[in-house]
């Protein structure tokens, strides 16, 4: 059973910055991140594939940036010039003989 195991989650000023982690227990062709704020649709963020290609949501371009340590497993999400609408909870997708995701870690942006 593959596990994909986020954090880096908080309580952020707006323009501030948060660094989000996923590890997961299995290597997975491609990797990404969606977000989920109470009342919304789960809406995508951003994803790496194993070529290291990169695709982002609109409402996050320019200011968020998706990498990747495959000798970690791991997928990164960091995250500048943080809005009080991007808080929501963070779910970390992964993609091998089906999707996979995680549990999801809690960005907070408010002064």
């Known amino acids: 059973q593959v596990q994909l195991v986020e954090s880096g989650g908080g309580l952020v000023r707006p323009g501030g910055s948060l660094r989000l982690s996923c590890e997961s227990s299995?290597?997975?062709?491609?990797m990404g991140w969606y977000r989920q704020a109470p009342g919304q649709q789960r809406e995508f963020v951003a994803r790496v594939w194993s070529d290291n290609s990169t695709l982002y949501g609109d409402s996050v371009k320019d200011r968020f940036a998706i990498s990747r340590d495959y000798t970690k497993n791991t997928v990164y999400l960091q995250m500048n010039n943080l809005r009080p609408e991007d808080s929501a909870v963070y779910l970390c997708w992964g993609q091998g003989f089906r999707a996979y995701w995680g549990q999801g870690t809690q960005v907070t942006v408010s002064s």
């Open positions: 299995w290597s997975l062709s491609t």
